[in-house]
Nanobody, 126 residues
Framework: VQLQASGGGLVQAGGSLRLSCAASGRTLSTYNMGWFRQAPGKERDFVAGIRWRGGSTFYADSVQGRFTISRDNAKNTVYLQLNSLKPEDTAVYYC????????????????????WGQGTQVTVSS
């Protein structure tokens, strides 16, 4: 599956953005989906995920209550709504699709995801 992330930009602290991850080649409804982010000089970290079965969602503690992941199977697209943004949210955001073979506890790890989008830059000014 090929993934195309979009929706990043420059926003002031407290503002909002909605990131999109459009898929082609395969239907996203049969994948676990995740969003990760990488700030300059730092490792890529898990942000949010949504399971293929049931659509349950899970988040990093740092974004819980501020970010929301969702999927629209009809549009073959996954979204990440970013609210109450903080300067520390500044990073390149990546969407990823993973096999359903992995157990729930693995879904916060990069190795559970096989296909990655190109990333979209989110910059939050103070």
């Amino acid at each position: 599956v090929q993934l195309q992330a979009s929706g990043g930009g420059l926003v002031q602290a407290g503002g909002s953005l909605r990131l999109s991850c459009a898929a082609s080649g395969r239907t996203l409804s049969t994948y676990n989906m995740g969003w990760f982010r990488q700030a300059p000089g730092k490792e890529r970290d898990f942000v949010a995920g949504i399971r293929w079965r049931g659509g349950s969602t899970f988040y990093a503690d740092s974004v819980q209550g501020r970010f929301t992941i969702s999927r629209d199977n009809a549009k073959n697209t996954v979204y990440l709504q970013l609210n109450s943004l903080k300067p520390e949210d500044t990073a390149v955001y990546y969407c990823a699709a993973g096999s359903t073979n992995y157990v729930y506890s693995a879904l916060r790890q990069q190795y559970a995801y096989d296909s990655w989008g190109q990333g979209t830059q989110v910059t939050v000014s103070s």
